[in-house]
C-alpha cells in the first residue's frame, strides 16, 4: 500500500490465487515497490485499537510488507505471507516480522506452522488484495486462527484510478482509463472498484458502516512516479502480455504534454474503503 495498500496485490497461499495472477504480480515487484501509494499510519492504528489483544498479527497477501512494517508497531509479531516470493524479496525487514513465501494450498498443518494454531491471531490484515482470494478456503482458514473472542479481519481497497489534479490530465486518464478496460479481470469491476460493498464477507461487524472514519491514500507524485503506478496496474500488465502497450509513445506524449514539467509535483488521491469484522 496496496496493495496498493499498502497496499500489496499478490497474495497467500491458500488456494486462493490462479497461478497465473501470481505471474502477474512477480513480474512488476520492483516497480510495485517504488509506484504504490501508502496508507497513511492512522489506519493502521484505528485498525489495532479494535483488537483487545496485540500479541500476533497476520498479513496476508504482503506483497513488499508495506502494511507489515507498520501493523508491527502495533503487535508483538507480525506473520507476512505471499505466494509470490519474488515480492518478498523487497519486503522492508523489522525485527518482529517474519515474511513467509507459501503454496497456493495450506494445509491446517501448515497454517499452524506458518501462522499460528487455533485461535490464536489478533489481527487478520488484507491490503487491496481480498478481491483475488478464493473465499471460501481463505475464509476458513481465518475462522481458524482468529482469537475468539476478540479477533479481527480487515481488508482495505482502494481504486485502482487516482484523482488528479488539473482538467488536461484528468482527460488524458479518462481516455486511458477507457483504452485498458477491456484487460482488467472481473474482479476489479465487481469488488474493487465498489469499495468492496458486493464482497462476500461472512463476518459479524465490528463497527457500523456509518462508524468506519475515512481514510485516504496520497502521494506527491513527479511524471516519472505517475508512469510508474499506471505501470504496475493489473490491467497495463495483461495488455502487454498480450501483445499491447498501453504506454506506447503517442499515449507517454499525451501524459506528458498534461502533466508539464516532469519536475512538477502533483498529488495523487486513492479513497480507502474497508471491511471489517469478527467470528
Known amino acids: 500500500m496496496s496493495s496498493d495498500v499498502e497496499l500489496g496485490l499478490s497474495n497467500v497461499g491458500t488456494g486462493v ?3 497465473e495472477t501470481e505471474e502477474l504480480f512477480v513480474k512488476q515487484a520492483e516497480v510495485y515497490k517504488e509506484a504504490r501509494p501508502r496508507a497513511p499510519e492512522e489506519l493502521y492504528s484505528y485498525l489495532a485499537s479494535l483488537t483487545p489483544s496485540h500479541e500476533l498479527a497476520w498479513d ?3 506483497g ?5 512494517a507498520v501493523i508491527s508497531k502495533h503487535y508483538k509479531k507480525v506473520i507476512a505471507t505471499d505466494v509470490a516470493s519474488e515480492q518478498l524479496k523487497y519486503a522492508e525487514k523489522r525485527p518482529n516480522i517474519t515474511y513467509s513465501a507459501t503454496p497456493t494450498t495450506l494445509s491446517k498443518d501448515d497454517l499452524t506452522r506458518i501462522v499460528g494454531p487455533e485461535g490464536s491471531v489478533d489481527l487478520v490484515l488484507i491490503v487491496e488484495a481480498l478481491h483475488w ?3 471460501d478456503k481463505f475464509y476458513e482458514n481465518v475462522k481458524y486462527v482468529l482469537r475468539k473472542p476478540g479477533g479481527v479481519i480487515a481488508a482495505t481497497v482502494y481504486p485502482s484510478r487516482p484523482r488528479v489534479e488539473g482538467a488536461q490530465l484528468t482527460k488524458a486518464l479518462d481516455d486511458f482509463w477507457a483504452s485498458i478496460e477491456r484487460h482488467w479481470s472481473p474482479q476489479i469491476f465487481e469488488y474493487v472498484e465498489t469499495g468492496y460493498k458486493n464482497l462476500p464477507f461472512p463476518f459479524a461487524p ?3 458502516g456509518n462508524e468506519v472514519p475515512h481514510f ?3 502521494v506527491d507524485a513527479r511524471f516519472g512516479e505517475f508512469v510508474n503506478y499506471l505501470k504496475s496496474l ?18 507517454m506524449k499525451v501524459f506528458a504534454d498534461a502533466w508539464g514539467p516532469p519536475e512538477t509535483v502533483r498529488c495523487l488521491r486513492w479513497p480507502l474503503d474497508m471491511v471489517v469484522g469478527t467470528v
Open 133 to 135: 482470494f478464493d473465499f
Open 60 to 62: 496476508v497477501g504482503t
Open 64 to 68: 513488499n510488507g508495506q502494511a507489515a
Open 234 to 251: 493489473s490491467g497495463v500488465q495483461t495488455a502487454i502480455d498480450r501483445g499491447e502497450d498501453p504506454l506506447n509513445e503517442d499515449q
Open 216 to 218: 485516504e491514500a496520497t
Open 17 to 19: 490465487m490462479a497461478k
Open 206 to 208: 465490528v463497527v457500523q
